[in-house]
């Protein structure tokens, strides 16, 4: 059964309702904190709506996609709801847990971590998979059947992962920026080690271009941005083309437009940019 | 002739940039900061652009329309830039600016200050209506001869006093919940006695419902927006219905079109629902 939702604050925005959300947590052993946005048919519960989950960067919240992403007026025209989660539990009391923007607060990876100090809180992945997403279909008027998944840099990472590890569940998945293959970039190993231990072959359960490369499912449709004036491409914590090379090699049922934008970068300015396209593809697909 | 531009940043976003801007200022006697959302046209020289003004509300800076108001997109379809000041000087070194969020830092309140301690740098007026303008029109490719002009709150108040005190120079302005009549609110009453002084009269030269009773210019097109649950309406610091009066009653050219909109706050979350109304009501009038 889900834990009892306590509704922090409602907000009109375009033809809906931002709402903010606090929950006790079975995943993570303590409160979580999550946005949704109702489109007005699925407030008056005249219409069960599709619906679409965001995962955000390293050192974001549940708040900045809602704020800054522009996705709203998108959302209200296509009426599909959007649920935004947080990025990692928040003072589960673990020495450090706030002294590395990289690891710990902010940067939950969306793994369920196997390691001190870490197991008891760090369960990003379930959290987000299943506890997360059977309070939404319990508490709000969305269609489970129609529901898709994006993301933004370790939030791409997450969303690529949760769809290519669950065949069949979401109808299309997309990213901006994602870090693309965590087992081989400082953005993931650093993580993995940490929270999964030093063993690299449970790694790959948690990489999107390892699992492209086992990926048994029905087509999947992916699409990917990158701007290729982002610090975080150069710096090789991204890989795109990893990716796209496992996913033409592996000759798997996934559907990857990778697209690279020139002159952005990796700030919300980019992401905004191309909002559009990614609501319009996630819609597309959510209404087939 | 303009102080030199220090470029703090730039950032590609929609088809454009973003850009932020330091430089000295005469009019504030200290350092300010702006933001200018530039077009590919404009970038590249070859088209000057109709030119837009945002002034913001208490608390905020130059950032907060930029990165919440939603209205970049429209404004690289429509190739309108975009200028962005901060809503005070910062560091003026007065006692007591940064104690109270209604006065001092962040709360200009767009006047010319008369009054110790605020007169040697709370210039705001000048330094958007005279100094900024004469830096943007030296420094981009815009079309000065098509400026207009809104904001928000505190800022729309800016921007509606800005419009009316200088008939004929902007071609349209607007306002998100404005507050419409500051000499009667507690917002405005307190900032004009601390920078203007007791004397009363002089208030008016800032105060856009006595400006509407008196304005001689040119048709001036006015477009307000204000949510009716905003609790700065319901407290009546906003008092749209003052304006309403004084346009209808004075009949001077003043074409106001003032909208209630049910259910909307005074967040960013009510100003990016009806941004592109405003952004097109404004391309309307500066392509005209």
Chains 1, 2 share one sequence.
């Not at 904190?33 to 109702?38: A, E, K, Q």
């Not at 590395?100 to 971590?113: K, P, Q, R």
């Not at 059947?145 to 939030?155: C, D, W």
Request: proline share 5%; charged share 20%.
């Amino acid at each position: 059964m889900a834990s009892t939702l306590a509704l922090v604050s409602k907000t009109r925005c375009f033809k809906g309702e931002v709402r903010k959300y606090t929950h006790d947590s079975a995943a993570t052993n303590g409160k979580m904190t999550f946005n949704i946005y109702l489109p007005d048919v699925a407030l008056s519960n005249k219409e069960r709506v599709p619906v679409l989950y965001y995962l955000s960067g390293l050192t974001c919240n549940e708040d900045n996609m809602i704020t800054k992403g522009g996705a709203l007026a998108y959302l209200s025209d296509e009426r599909i709801a959007l649920v935004t989660p947080d990025t990692s539990p928040r003072g589960a009391g673990i020495s450090g847990e706030d002294d590395d923007w990289e690891l710990g607060t902010g940067a939950g990876f969306y793994v369920d971590a196997t390691e001190e100090p870490w197991k008891k809180n760090y369960n990003m992945y379930s959290y987000v998979q299943s506890e997360l997403q059977q309070i939404v279909a319990e508490s709000f008027a969305v269609d489970t059947s129609r529901t898709s998944i994006f993301g933004h840099s370790m939030g791409g990472h997450g969303a690529l992962v949760l769809a290519l590890r669950n065949p069949g569940y979401y109808k299309s998945v997309s990213a901006f920026a994602p870090i693309c293959h965590p087992s081989t970039s400082n953005w993931g190993r650093k993580q993995f080690t940490a929270y999964l231990g030093s063993n690299e072959s449970v790694w790959a359960a948690y990489d999107a271009t390892e699992l492209v490369k086992v990926y048994d499912g029905p087509a999947l449709p992916v699409l990917v941005d990158q701007g290729d004036a982002d610090q975080f491409y150069s710096s090789k914590q991204l890989q795109p083309s990893h990716l796209v090379i496992a996913a033409e090699s592996s000759k798997r049922p996934v559907q990857l437009d990778s697209r690279m934008q020139p002159g952005y970068d990796h700030s919300y300015y980019f992401i905004c940019t191309f909002m559009k396209d990614h609501i319009a593809f996630h819609a597309r697909h959510l209404r087939m």
